[in-house]
Nanobody, 115 residues
Framework: QVQLLESGGGLVQAGGSLRLSCAAS????????MGWDRQAPGKERELVAR???????DYVDSGKGRFTISRDNAKTTVSLQMNTLKPEDTAVYYC????WGAGYWGRGTQVTVSS
């Protein structure tokens, strides 16, 4: 079982920045992809960004050029730097980790971007 602890959400004005962080419990052995999903009210959950163990990453189209995902394999942490935030980025953001082929999600952290 992997527990994920997220931090860094909050309220920010449009154009501002936030950095989300997530720490996974236990050993780094077996962890492959790490990433972030989000779910806005009334919308389906969507992938925001993910990064493989070798550092390959991809992003939701709306986040390209604004979001940067990074990870520290030794510390089993993953971060999401979000710049030039827009009101449409408002959502609950969930950290996710794949370990030994099983997926784990955090409880989520609220990001609210005011216009």
């Amino acid at each position: 079982q992997v527990q994920l602890l997220e931090s860094g959400g909050g309220l920010v004005q449009a154009g501002g920045s936030l950095r989300l962080s997530c720490a996974a419990s236990g050993s780094a052995v077996g962890i492959s992809t790490m990433g972030w999903d989000r779910q806005a009210p009334g919308k389906e959950r969507e992938l925001v960004a993910r990064i493989t163990r070798d550092g390959s990453s991809d992003y939701v189209d709306s986040g390209k050029g604004r979001f940067t995902i990074s990870r520290d394999n030794a510390k089993t942490t993953v971060s999401l730097q979000m710049n030039t935030l827009k009101p449409e980025d408002t959502a609950v953001y969930y950290c996710n980790v794949m370990k030994w082929g099983a997926g784990y999600w955090g409880r989520g952290t609220q990001v609210t971007v005011s216009s």
